[in-house]
Antibody, heavy 113, light 107 residues
Framework: VQLVESGGGLVQPGGSLRLSCAAS????????MNWVRQAPGKGLEWVSY????????YYADSVKGRFTVSRDNAKNSLYLQMNSLRDEDTAVYYC???????WGQGTLVTVSS | DIQMTQSPSTLSASVGDRVTITCRAS??????LAWYQQKPGKAPKLLIY???SLQSGVPSRFSGSGSGTEFTLTISSLQPDDFATYYC?????????FGQGTKLEIK
């Protein structure tokens, strides 16, 4: 199993960013996926969930209405579209399979002017 | 939302010690609780799922127990590689909330 995040970077407040998570080594469509983030020096915060068939989606209240999770099972990829970014969204963003039996290495998102 | 409170926040212990970390939930639920270990600059690693099931490849000195509102992670004999930060997470209902973490330090 391998999960590789990409798409992080520096963005100004109010800006947008799209994160990707490329999955390999397992049948991607069979598994739900989660995004979890960790602000610098802080604990873990669950962000979003998407079921294997994309029919069920959940968001943390802190990102609801601003972030959109999606997946492309044909491309074995998970996405997180982040709009209206705020300073407090600065964090390392991880994708995780199911309840967290496998995680990517994370991608850093920095929101700053 | 279910709030998860871990204690202690920091724990100082020596190699060979037996340590226990507690996670208390604001609402009762069955066994949908996981424990993770995280080292600086690394992704979390799943240790325990369903409150007491040991993830494949995790040493047997790690064990989990509990149900309802109180859950514990026990390390039976600390090894040098175990000094890290530990998190509990409930996955009974969304949002899947984490505890604030317990940093395990060398005494």
């Amino acid at each position: 199993v391998q999960l590789v995040e990409s798409g992080g970077g520096l963005v100004q407040p109010g800006g947008s960013l799209r994160l990707s998570c490329a999955a390999s080594g397992f049948t991607f469509s069979y598994y739900s996926m989660n995004w979890v983030r960790q602000a610098p020096g802080k604990g873990l915060e669950w962000v979003s969930y998407i079921s294997g068939n994309s029919r069920t989606i959940y968001y943390a209240d802190s990102v609801k209405g601003r972030f959109t999770v999606s997946r492309d099972n044909a491309k074995n990829s998970l996405y997180l579209q982040m709009n209206s970014l705020r300073d407090e969204d600065t964090a390392v963003y991880y994708c995780a399979r199911e309840v967290g039996d496998d995680w990517g290495q994370g991608t850093l998102v920095t929101v700053s002017s | 939302d279910i709030q998860m409170t871990q204690s202690p926040s920091t724990l100082s212990a020596s190699v060979g010690d037996r340590v226990t970390i507690t996670c208390r939930a604001s609402q009762s639920f069955s066994s949908w609780l996981a424990w993770y270990q995280q080292k600086p600059g690394k992704a979390p690693k799943l240790l325990i799922y369903k409150a007491s099931s040991l993830q494949s490849g995790v040493p047997s000195r790690f064990s989990g127990s509990g149900s309802g509102t109180e859950f514990t992670l026990t390390i039976s004999s600390l090894q040098p590689d175990d000094f890290a930060t530990y998190y509990c997470q409930q996955y009974n209902s969304y949002p899947y909330t984490f505890g604030q973490g317990t940093k395990l330090e060398i005494k």
